[in-house]
């Protein structure tokens, strides 16, 4: 049974910086290919960040030179370092796999995902 937990958002004032992070369980973490999804209030979920197997990551255009993706597999789990928050950054973050050549800023369907963590960026 795959589990997610996210942690780490909160309140915090526009070019304030956060930490995310995220367990996971019942996968092979490994082998993963692994994202970090948010969803504003009323818009989709979308891809901002994704980390392959190798540590390579890429991520959404509005997003670049702000946010960073990071991995342990010895402890499966990611993270996302967030600098510089913006207003728009503003929505619940989940993390979970992205397909092989997951386009950023796409919406993917998967049957689980985690409870997510709402960063709110506000002054």
């Known amino acids: 049974q795959v589990q997610l937990v996210e942690s780490g958002g909160d309140l915090v004032q526009p070019g304030g910086s956060l930490t995310l992070s995220c367990e996971m369980s019942?996968?092979?973490?490994?082998?993963?290919?692994l994202g970090w999804y948010r969803q504003a209030p009323g818009k989709q979920r979308e891809l901002v960040a994704k980390?392959?197997?190798?540590?390579?990551?890429n991520y959404v255009d509005s997003v670049k030179g702000r946010f960073t993706i990071f991995r342990s597999n010895a402890e499966s789990t990611i993270s996302l370092q967030m600098r510089n928050l913006k207003f728009e950054d503003t929505a619940v973050y989940y993390c979970?796999?992205?397909?092989?050549?997951?386009?950023?800023?796409?919406?993917?369907?998967?049957?689980?995902w985690g409870q997510g963590t709402q960063v709110t960026v506000s002054s």
């Open positions: 980390i392959g197997m190798s540590g390579a990551a």
């Open positions: 019942g996968i092979i973490f490994h082998n993963a290919l």
């Open positions: 979970n796999h992205t397909p092989p050549g997951a386009t950023m800023g796409a919406t993917y369907n998967y049957d689980y």
